[in-house]
């Protein structure tokens, strides 16, 4: 059985990529028993969503436009942050807050 912090990041990884039929059952189980995964699985979808509609209008302005540096911070940060889910999958049950 999943707890809601598992339950959440599969969601979440539902999103990117097809989880597999084991960890797609486990977390279908989870959200039938669980209301606030439940709610926290729609939002996701929600917030997927709006942030595509947004994006492509967004992509489609001309007048928005990033500085070199602010697009540099943007992937560093993006970068930091892939390393830091990397380490998270690697090692699960460590606390990365601390």
Do not use: W
Request: glycine share 2%.
């Amino acid at each position: 059985m999943l707890d809601c912090r598992h339950a959440t990041f599969l969601a979440s990884q539902s999103l990117e990529k097809r989880l597999p039929f084991r960890q797609r059952m486990a977390l279908r189980l989870h959200l039938m028993m669980c209301d606030a995964c439940t709610q926290f699985t729609r939002q996701l979808h929600l917030l997927r969503t709006a942030l595509g509609q947004f994006g492509r209008q967004v992509e489609n302005d001309e007048n928005l436009v990033l500085s070199k540096q602010a697009r540099e911070r943007i992937a560093q940060a993006v970068t930091a942050q892939a390393r830091q889910n990397d380490e998270a999958r690697r090692n699960p049950n460590h606390d990365s807050t601390n």
